[in-house]
């Protein structure tokens, strides 16, 4: 497999501050640069040995570099690449993680003018709430499942070398178009985020909001946990896969009111219908986006 | 304190059971006698040493029991309290694990005529998702809180008598009216129930749904934990308490409408501004309702 000289790192936070420690741990790459906006944090990055020296524009951080990993939120990919592009190594393997596919796609060939045949957009479905360098953990990708969102003037030469690499930090590897991915995405990830941040915030506008927190069990805890999603991020991923996730919502809304209104009308009967599919639905699931490596290369 | 001749267990269930050899384990109660609408169920208890000895009706469990615990879904106390009207020793603690409260004593005045001097409603903080005698487990309690809700016709040394047995169970115990019980967990437990069902209904009605499912992610297994509840402990929940739930979704809706609004006008900066709050309240949050016995006997 083939072994980097140097990780560009474009964005030092949890998501990949992790991916270069994992690839240094698996041997996939010799010295990591790493650039973010904030220089302190590039700082940090470097004081943890996250990164071994820091970049001071995106640019620095890709010339010399035949693996960038650009890992921002998603609404910033569109000014990374238009740094990029008279400094990018046609030779360079260079991925992103971003929790959308078309909208990063899209801005690539916005800021390039044609689709870059040597970008493999990617989606390690990993991750914490809680964001930041300090978050960084070499562990959080083994035994995950990554997504991988090539378009069809994507280098297949460099399709294989990013399922390689993630492979080579212990992922199974999925590809499918990153319209598939956005929809997809948006009805098991988005919209539920969506639904959390809007319970939270619901709950908190209410003046009796702290009497209700004190009281909050494991159930809660479970509901809301990604309701502490970075703001960031979010904002980003619910404005550049809104349509799709508007679509979920719908389809939420639509169910919602048939519980209602089961409860409205005290009709015992057809609100047990309504909750047993579900009830069922949720019991037989079983959890696949985390898996062995190797095991679901489609 | 005092020690039980005999319990009678009124429903063989998940939290019944639970309570049936937690109760045993920690020396409260001698012999526990149990009934289940269905005989096989209590047949199956049995067979678990959950109880010692099976009743044939709800009457022959209560007869001979100094204390008495009703664990069936909140609709069915009406008739559980109907058929114990004239088997009730006015020396007998009565309980319930009900996860409603103002039902829970509404129908056991319809049931008796009058207030009963020595019920003390309690609902648990513990549980699973998963229902059935099956997943009685001594440990349920340990570690939780209970809250109970006495009414102003409960007598003083029952309400002691009860707090003396959740504390023997290793329980923190809190002491509400119904009223602020029922308007809490409609906030914290049973709207998001309400809307976990309603979520999965949602993706399950898609055509989509077997693709979705199979790349849902570890935000996914959090979020819809609780959808995989028991249909009949919920049909009866979400319908008691329907007016303070309703209410609890009216604020929910609100709060979705300014997320959906700030997504389709495209507002990053309006959208930020919604998610943050939401973010910083859940990131703050420590459960609370998990605590070490005697920590907050309010």
Redesign the interface.
Known sequence: MRKFKQLGLIGCGMMGGSFALAAKKAGLVDFVVGYSKSPQNAEQAKHMKVVDATAASILQAAIGSDLIMVSVPV?ATFEVFKALQFGLSPDALIMDVGSTKQSVMEATIKALGVPPSNFVPAHP??GK??AGIMEADAGLYLG??V?LTPSDKTAPSFVTMATDVWHALGMAV?RMTAE?HD???A???H????????????????S?AA??????????????????????V???I??AN?KE??K??G??????S???YA??V?D?AA??A??????T???L?E????ASPRDAEN
């Open positions: 609404a479905i990993a709430e809680k995950k499942r997504i999925s598939a929809s997809i995405f009805a098991v990830s919209a539920p985020h969506l639904l959390a941040f809007a319970y939270i915030n619901g709950l908190n506008n209410q009796a009497d209700f927190l004190k009281f909050a069990g494991p159930g809660f805890r479970d509901f809301t946990r990604i309701a502490a999603s970075d703001p960031d979010w904002r980003d619910l404005i809104r996730i508007l979920q919502t389809a939420f809304q639509m169910s919602l048939q519980l209602e409860m409205c005290g015992p609100l047990r309504l909750i047993e599919p579900s009830s639905a949720r019991s699931w959890m696949n986006a985390q």
